[in-house]
């Protein structure tokens, strides 16, 4: 079994002006720390900060423990295409290449742990169970980018945004109601739609009683069947 630890300097080194820590690795990185001894290395990044950019090397993989975290992609005439939306405990930066396909942004201040991919790498290349369960990660966000091309390819605004809605009730909602870290500008440039249809969609499930808003971003659903049955 390899064991691979981040030694007391490294943990200490300043990147990025900040001063990183470190932690045991937890969540879904912790079935793999029980079998390689892997430790973590946490810093804080503040709303709108870049975490890392299109074609950087992909030297670390990222998991967010606190806040929010949107990958992107800056298209040849300016507009952004958001991917994907990481939140509390999930994994991000996984990469088949060197690089990194997408950028990523802290959408709100965010601590996020990061391990060294070479660690995983070779932990994966000894051990048949770390392998097993990178394995499932990859897989997990090759499955919400054949949804997410589904959704952009064929659904209807009003479908988008349902699935949308439906997604971080699943991923945010407490005591029945989900505070959203994104503002309506993000989640249009990850529907593919205007901040305006956005709005105007967001209005006429308000006007119909399916959902509720409580302040800017808190929103309740009262009606998931038909969010449901528009998302079917």
């Known amino acids: ?3 691979q630890t981040l030694n007391t300097q490294a943990i200490n080194t300043q990147i ?4 990183a820590s470190s932690l045991p690795v ?13 430790v973590a290395t946490e810093f804080t990044y503040r709303k709108d900060e870049e975490i890392y950019g299109e074609d950087e090397p992909a030297e670390y993989v990222y998991q967010v423990v ?9 298209l040849s005439d ?9 939140l509390s405990g999930d994994v991000f930066g996984l990469e088949s290449g060197a690089s990194h396909r997408l950028a990523a942004e802290a ?3 965010t601590n996020a742990r990061l391990v ?16 097993r369960k990178l394995w499932a990660l990859t897989a997990g966000e090759l499955r919400h980018a054949e949804d997410h091309m589904l959704l952009l390819g064929r659904k209807t605004a009003m479908e988008r945004v349902a699935t949308f809605l439906l997604e971080m009730d699943r991923r945010l909602a407490v005591a029945g109601m989900m505070a959203l870290p994104m503002c309506r ?3 249009g440039d990850y529907l593919g739609l205007t901040l305006e249809t956005v709005s105007r969609a967001l209005s006429q499930l308000h006007a119909q009683g399916i959902l509720g808003f409580s302040g800017a971003r808190q929103i309740v659903l009262r009606k998931r069947q038909h969010l449901r049955d528009m998302d079917a």
């Open 1 to 3: 079994m390899l064991m």
């Open 16 to 19: 990025g002006g900040k001063i």
């Open 26 to 38: 937890s969540d879904q990185f912790g079935a793999i720390a029980r079998h390689v001894g892997l």
């Open 66 to 74: 606190s806040g929010a975290v949107r990958t992107y992609k800056l």
């Open 78 to 86: 300016g507009r952004r295409q958001i991917g994907a939306f990481h």
């Open 107 to 109: 959408i709100i201040d």
């Open 116 to 131: 060294k991919r070479a660690s995983l790498e070779r932990a994966a290349g000894t051990d048949v169970q770390v392998a």
């Open 185 to 187: 500008r993000d989640i």
